[in-house]
């Protein structure tokens, strides 16, 4: 059985401004895009503790911490990183097009 990918475009590089996380919606999915070490990564925005947004959040040495209750996740693979966090995050495959950042959405 295949599974079909698609590259969808969700922003540019300049948009994280300031910031080293950005969320954006694509395909009904909330997705965290996170700027690390030069290059983007992508899971999914919401925490798997509670209801918070994890772009809201903020990057510390390779993770992501929740703004609610202070979980982390790795940001390279979506490993939860202990209390109060316990399920991992959904990671999609980035790839770049200049300064075009795409997001592959298994379908
Ligand atoms: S909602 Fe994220 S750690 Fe609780």
Redesign the pocket.
């Known amino acids: 059985m295949t599974t079909d990918v698609s590259w969808r475009p969700v922003a540019d590089l300049a948009e994280f401004g300031d910031r080293d996380v950005i969320g954006r919606e694509v395909d009904g999915l909330a997705i965290a895009l996170y700027r690390l070490d030069g290059a983007v990564y992508a899971t999914a925005d919401h925490?798997t503790?509670?209801?918070?947004r994890l772009s809201a959040g903020e990057v510390v040495e390779g993770y992501v911490e929740?703004p609610?209750?202070?979980?982390l996740f790795e940001i390279r693979t979506g490993k939860a990183a202990g209390a109060?966090?316990g399920r991992d995050l959904r990671t999609f495959p980035v790839r770049l097009d200049g300064t075009r950042i795409e997001v592959a959405i298994a379908g």
């Not at 609610?68 to 979980?71: A, R, W």
């Open positions: 925490c503790h509670g209801s918070a929740c609610l209750h202070f979980g109060p966090v």
